[in-house]
């Protein structure tokens, strides 16, 4: 089973950056595709970015297109979430999975963890 935990989140103004990482643990994530989700106040959990196992692929929500940029170090068995132009509606916890590689979209198998929290203001 692999462990995955997501770090770096923080308070941001508008138009600030963050880079979250995802880590994982326990076995590699080197095989599989992954993928980025977020949950706002009040809202559904809802898909953000995805890459296949290489980085040669990725997947963006419209929402975050040509803001956020995913990729990954397989040396490293982390994920990252690189986040700029921030704006308020960013505001989430944002969490890490293995995805499927079809859509790389949709979780493919274990749990959300405790995710990291972004807060942007204005």
Do not use: H
Not at 23 to 45: D, L
Not at 46 to 60: C, D, L, M, P
Not at 76 to 82: D, I, P, R
């Amino acid at each position: 089973q692999v462990q995955l935990v997501e770090s770096g989140g923080g308070s941001v103004q508008t138009g600030g950056s963050l880079r979250l990482s995802c880590a994982a643990s326990g076995r590699t994530i080197s095989s599989y595709a992954m993928g980025w989700f977020r949950q706002a106040p009040g809202k559904e959990r809802e898909f953000v970015a995805g890459i296949n196992w290489s980085g040669g692929n990725t997947n963006y929500a419209d929402s975050v297109k040509g803001r956020f940029t995913i990729s990954r170090d397989n040396a490293k068995n982390t994920v990252y979430l690189q986040m700029n132009s921030l704006k308020v509606e960013d505001t989430a916890v944002y969490y890490c999975r293995v995805v499927g590689i079809e859509t790389m979209s949709k979780p493919l198998f274990g749990s959300w963890g405790q995710g990291t929290q972004v807060t942007v203001s204005s």
